[in-house]
């Protein structure tokens, strides 16, 4: 070893000397600068009109006006961070045909090499306005992206759709916007209208950040619900839908719907816009989305939300969560996200409670609105305890470093989700706010609880919708005037620090367990037919897709430690060709120690292998068990408000 360092060492020495009379590479010349954001008001309104017609070929065609007040240099941008996304990547690859004229000269612009959605211009003597033309090429099909027109419904998102200049406070940049909509359609938004000629209307001006925070919903098959004819503020529930019966709802659900809005105030006490727009699509057409903003959001809750409403609970938490971010994200938000433009990179450090706690108080509120049996919240919280429990990732990973994962991994595929982790601050934040909550209950004697702090933090400033930012100390304070104890420190362990366990005392502090047993709850069961998979992750330790496709393995696991990878296919169970029910019996078989071993043919490319899962312990499915003779604080949290 010695020998070969030196040998290296003097080669590197040669190598240098050689080099010695030859320039050494030097840094780039900087690119050119960009003009720091200011907190001042844009000399001007800005015009954007969308023409949103053309459904065939999926094509946004986009006129911008930006009023300039002097010649010279002039840089502007297309937004790179996504808010609600917590990471940079708009799509500006879809926007194509740029062509910036004044006074009805074409000028030529350049691209900055390092900031790439900066676009620099020369603005000539006496021009008062740059014109923009340009498309938003929307994906044609899935391989390409999110699918945001179908023949029937549209997506318009502003944030893809304009530009706006640098030197400026997104909040401080005034806009008025427009949309041509296909014939026949009807839209909604929290946008408020100035005016409508033919199928064209024109919005109010807003600021761009408000803008970019109001999306639309438009299809041909509308319909929209006032969730809240007597409240303080109209909320609407307004859905698209592929086809028209599926816009067909009993009064049932629309009754769950209007309960998320009371059961949120009565959280809350609160409400932090003028009003709000649930837009929401019924859909398998549309591409999928839960995407929060202040006065709205954008929801695709599947084409038989109404029609399947019996069996399809699973992520029927979409919309109260979505609703609770108006308060726990928009309203409240973490002092490193808050941006001045949509440009500047955001910091996702406290997510866990910006997603965390929007987690939990969707799942509650779900519950407590009935849009979810108390029974299957139960069953969804099992499967999340389980879920972290089993997560092998915690070993090396905190919860907190997951924070990071909306810029690092951007949601992108994983060979081992379980070891790598993930977002994993939305569900085990929720697992730490429970343990946080019934704390709280059980400190007090069930006088105070998790939510005397969503009051105390996120319901300050009823009415207002500019948002209030904070930071760790902010919350340990708040927490602390519920009851006081170490929470900086209780908060630090759970968030901060490595464990092989998940935090699962706010279970046992709620009065149940989490057990295993041989048989699924109906949410598992109907988890995993939404995901049309075959869930083994706590007995063999692997998920199956169709025709034995594995999805996932478990690291650590019995499958892993067989040498199973996901992307690798089951083509035989015991010398028969691959079942999923034939596969449940050999591993019931399996937990007979004089029995033989699950044995697998499986493919991996062109090769097949026979493989032995060392693994007797039969099927195994979580679920909660109560723990007798303790109190029930999980019923408590989960029961309606009065
Ligand atoms: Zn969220």
Known sequence: MRSLLFSVSVLTLAATAALAEQPLP?????????????????????????????????IFD??????????????????????????????IDKMAGLVVTAGGKRLAWTRDPVEVFAFHVDVPVGATELNLSYQFLSPVEVRVGRQVMTP???????????????????????????????????????????????????????????????????????????????????????????????????????????????????????????????LVALSDQL????????????????????????????????????????WNGKFRRGADLWTPTLNTPMRDSLMWVYEGQTQYWGNVLSARSNLLTK???????????????????????????????????????LSWLSYQRSEDYYSEGLLVWLDADTL????????????????????????????????????????????????????????????ERAPLDGLTRGGYKLVYTDTPTDYFKTSETRGKSVNHAYSLGLTIGAAGLLTGVQWDGPAFKAGLTQGQTIVAVNGEAYDADKLKEDIKAAARPEAPLVELLIKDGDRYRMVK??????????????IAGTPARLDDILAARK
Do not use: C
């Open 26 to 58: 030097q840094p780039a010349p900087p690119s050119p600068a960009i003009p720091a954001a200011r907190d001042v008001p844009y000399p001007g309104t800005l015009k954007l009109s969308v023409d949103a017609t053309d459904l065939a070929r999926r």
């Open 375 to 413: 029974q299957q919240s139960l069953d969804s919280l099992a499967m999340t305890a389980a879920t972290f429990d089993n997560r092998r990732g915690r070993d090396w990973r905190s919860v907190a470093d997951t924070t990071n994962d909306p810029i690092i991994a951007n949601r992108k595929p």
């Open 613 to 626: 899962i060392d693994w007797r312990g039969g099927l195994r499915y979580p679920r909660l068990e109560r």
């Open 152 to 278: 029937d419904m549209l997506n318009l998102q502003w944030l893809q759709m304009g530009f706006y200049p640098a030197g400026y406070f997104t909040r401080q940049i005034p806009i008025e916007a427009s949309v041509k909509l296909p014939e026949g359609f009807q839209f909604a938004t929290a946008l408020e209208t100035a005016r409508t000629e033919g199928q064209t209307t024109t919005f109010k001006v807003v600021p761009f950040e408000t803008l970019v925070d109001s999306p639309m919903f438009a299809g041909r098959y509308f319909k929209s619900v006032d969730l809240d004819p007597e409240g303080p503020a109209r909320v609407r529930l307004n859905m698209v839908a592929d086809r028209p019966e599926q816009l067909e709802f009993k009064p049932e659900h629309i009754q769950a719907h209007k309960e998320i809005v009371q059961q949120a105030y009565k959280l809350y006490g609160s409400r932090h816009y003028d009003h709000y727009d649930f």
């Open 62 to 91: 986009i006129r911008q006006t930006i009023p300039v007040a002097k010649p010279g240099k002039f840089t502007f941008y297309y937004p790179q961070w996504v808010p609600g996304g917590h990471s940079p990547r708009n799509d």
């Open 287 to 326: 591409g999928g989305i839960g995407l929060e903003h202040h006065r709205s959001s954008e929801n695709n809750v599947g084409p038989k939300y109404f029609q399947d409403w019996d069996k399809g609970f699973v992520g029927r938490e979409l919309l109260p969560h979505e609703f609770t971010h108006s």
């Open 440 to 499: 709280i209950r059980e400190k007090t004697g069930g006088k105070k609880s998790l939510d005397d702090f969503a009051k105390a933090f996120f319901g300050v400033d009823d009415g207002s919708w500019m948002p209030r930012t904070y930071v760790f100390e902010d919350v340990v304070k708040t927490l602390n005037d519920v009851v006081p104890y170490d929470w900086s420190g209780f908060l630090k362990t759970r968030i901060e620090g490595l464990s």
